[in-house]
């Protein structure tokens, strides 16, 4: 005779898995505990932000002078800072202008109170009588004329003989010996007496390559 099993009453604990199937092991689980989520911020509110902004410069004792400096010749910070690094960086060197004729072409460049000037005689040089000095591209500046400027070039199109659309005037140019510096006439410098004296030295432009593999410091100076 089988018995009838009685359903459990209320209260009654249910069975376990392991009571379900004996022989089977329990297994205890961790529940997963949920990543918590940032509240979105209200409407019309943003969430604070970490400062990004760099650290002010600590001048410390300096403060002051600095402050007096700004003051006395009407400068921003930056305009002061640029002032400051030039003088260092071109130490021995001072700030020439000058430009074109109409004075649609400007520009400054750092370079020597004693000039030293190229006189080519080659045949472009000696039509426009191209007297120049040579410097580095970061020592050169054009403040403004870019969109007034044309370049000529011939023959390997190496140098770029750059004038002004309006008056003509060559004021600097890209020189063949030294395509990635400038060539600056010295006679389109301002007369604000930055230049003390110039040294003239002719190149023989007429055989040009001969000329450059026997010069020793020409082909370097839009290096240093």
Known sequence: MVKARKAPGKGAKAPSAAEKSPGSKSLAVTPKKR????????PGKEEPRESEEEPLLELGAQRQRWLSFL???SLSAEEAAKLLLDSFEYKGLVKHTGGCHCGAVRFEVWASTDLHVF?????ICVKKQNRHFIVPAARFKLLKGSDNLTTYTFNTHKAKHTFCKTCGVQSFYRPRSNPDGYGVAPHCLDDDGTVLSINVEQINGK?????MKEHKTIRGMSKS
């Open 71 to 73: 003051k006395q010749r």
């Open 35 to 42: 990543r918590g989520r940032k509240p979105a911020p209200l």
């Open 119 to 123: 006189d080519c005689n080659c045949s």
């Open 207 to 211: 055989e040009w390559e001969k000329a």
